[in-house]
């Protein structure tokens, strides 16, 4: 006599704890569905969660994540999330390599400090003009695109239609992303400024034929409908308290300590304390090819999983830091204050990220190293305990461009995050007028108050395969002509091989960074799927 099938005990059971998967069970829960969520560690909330890295120093750092752009203010409203983000008047600051005494510093309340930076680097102030006409010419596809991404997928053709505009979809989305920035931009300096867009997590040259620097710039500039980059008040962590608040409110049920091991395409999803949830349909918040790996151990089929045959390749470091006060920079005519509140680029320029990309390719680790420096604190200083806010101290984030997890992968963690750490801060310290490691704040230990966390981190502390942030390469954010829309899986985006296993993560095909994307599309299907 065959065994009795068992009832399922939820409607939804949700693998992985991450931001997206707090956004759907919160969806899935308001709609009056039984909905668990399984994280493997012993917290909810992925990349997007604040921490105290230095034990003894009140400093909660986005230690992960520590921006927000893509979460639209349409899940916020919809789950009643008590979530600010605070705009940054000073778009960025980059010291010219050349010469740091000089440098680029782009204030939207000041069009003439701006155009001033420009001639003294650039010789003219019509570069100024130039960077902002670009964006000012894809801003239309960022009001158009943004709006798509909570609804079901619309053809390539009809989004290319709706832009109207055939030579700028081409600049986009046909043509590497370098002839787009060579024909708007005169200079090396302003066309680097442009193209770390496309390479954040990336790994690509500007003029790489896969296009995937182009995604990621896509990705990077319709965020809001504007492209802007806010700060999340209270950190990273504010933002996941209130998710996982709104799932749990909602009737959600989620559990820490919770490592899944295993899931059958029947919606099966097996502990590894040997414990069994059955529900009628599984949302993966983890990448695409763990969940293959789990599909696998579960019984699918290895050549079935509905995952990319392409391995995940993360391509970054992410190095944080406290520090007594901010540094001093070469250039006399900026205050740190001002350079620090943006987007502070260091060897950014477009040429230095194509040398980058190709020394990165043959196994070296570039030199100078390309990277992005963020001061959270300058904008959101609730962070920071009253004492270390009296003192003058700052928050640092630096993140480093064409850093692929080949650089890393098998080799010893510690060495390789401190080499990668060295050159880090080698590449700031060109163009700043004293050392970093002389500001940096020190710990009631001795110890320095910094801390570089590398792809194989990622690999191993939050299961992210090859330490990508995106769960695999990122997706055009619509369907092709020819890709089938008949099913709800198909049609937000979220489908695996399988029927009631969806993805619901930045590797759903509108996915990456803090966005939520991927958990509103996953729970908007699987509304459909359970109505039936």
């Known amino acids: ?84 983000l605070a705009r940054r008047r000073y778009s960025s600051y980059t010291p010219d390599p050349a010469d740091p005494s000089r440098g680029l510093l782009i204030d939207t309340a000041d069009a003439a400090t701006t155009a001033d930076s420009f001639a003294r680097v650039t010789g003219s102030r019509a570069e100024a003009v130039r960077l902002a006409d670009l964006y000012e010419r894809i801003a239309p596809v960022a009001r158009l695109l943004f709006p798509s991404m909570t609804a079901p997928l619309q053809r390539d053709r009809e989004l290319r239609g709706a832009v109207g505009d055939d030579r700028l979809w081409a600049d986009l989305v046909e043509r590497p992303l370098g002839q787009l920035l060579r024909s708007s931009l005169d200079t090396d300096i302003a066309r680097g400024i442009a193209l770390t867009d496309g390479l954040i997590g990336t790994f690509a040259s500007a003029d790489d034929e896969s296009l995937r620097q182009n995604r990621c710039f896509l990705y990077h500039v319709i965020g809001g409908g504007t492209g802007d980059w806010d700060v999340p008040v209270g950190g990273m962590g504010r933002v996941t308290a209130e998710l996982a608040r709104a799932a749990s409110d909602a009737g959600a049920e989620l559990r820490t300590d919770a490592e899944v091991v295993a899931v059958s395409p029947d919606g099966e999803a097996t502990l590894g304390d040997g414990g069994v949830v059955h529900a009628r349909l599984v949302l993966s918040g983890v990448g695409p090819a763990l969940l293959a790996r789990l ?91 009253p004492e270390l806010r009296a003192s003058g101290a700052h928050t640092l984030t630096l993140f480093g461009l064409q850093v692929p997890h080949r650089l890393v992968e098998g080799q010893e963690t510690d060495a390789a995050r401190t080499t990668l750490l060295q050159a880090a801060q080698r590449s700031l310290d060109s163009v700043l007028a004293e050392p970093l490691a002389d500001c940096l704040y020190v710990a009631p230990d001795g110890s320095p108050c910094v801390e570089a966390r590398t792809t194989a981190d990622l690999e ?73």
């Not at 045959?309 to 001093?328: C, D, F, H, I, T």
């Open 1 to 84: 006599m065959a065994a009795a099938v068992p009832s399922p005990a939820y409607d939804v059971v949700i693998v992985g704890g991450g931001h997206n998967a707090l956004v759907a069970a919160a969806y899935l829960a308001k709609a009056g569905h039984s909905v668990v969520v399984l994280e493997r560690l012993d917290h909810v909330g992925g990349a997007a969660v604040s921490e105290r890295p230095w034990p003894g120093v009140d400093a909660r750092l986005s230690r992960y994540s520590y921006l927000v752009s893509l979460l639209p203010r349409r899940i916020i409203d919809d789950l009643g999330l008590g979530i600010r």
């Open 295 to 385: 599909l696998a151990a579960g019984g699918a089929p290895a050549d079935d999983s509905g995952a990319s045959s392409e391995a995940p390749e993360g391509a970054q470091l992410k190095v944080n830091m406290l520090l007594r006060r901010l540094p001093r920079l070469r250039d006399d005519r900026v205050a740190p204050e001002a350079a620090f509140a943006g987007t502070f680029h260091v060897n950014e320029t477009m040429s230095q990220l194509d040398r980058a990309f190709t020394t990165a390719g043959a196994g070296g680790i570039p030199d100078p190293l390309p990277a992005e420096i963020y001061c959270h604190s300058l904008t959101d200083p609730s962070i920071l305990g």
């Open 460 to 532: 191993r502390s939050l299961g992210m395969i090859g330490g990508d942030i995106f769960h695999g390469a990122l997706s055009w954010p619509w369907a092709t002509a020819d890709e089938p829309l008949g099913t709800p899986a198909q049609r937000w985006g979220v489908a695996t091989a399988h029927a009631n296993v969806l993805l619901c993560g930045s590797g759903a095909r509108r996915g990456g960074a803090v966005s939520g994307l991927g958990g509103h599309n996953a729970a908007m299907a699987a509304l459909e799927l359970l109505a039936r």
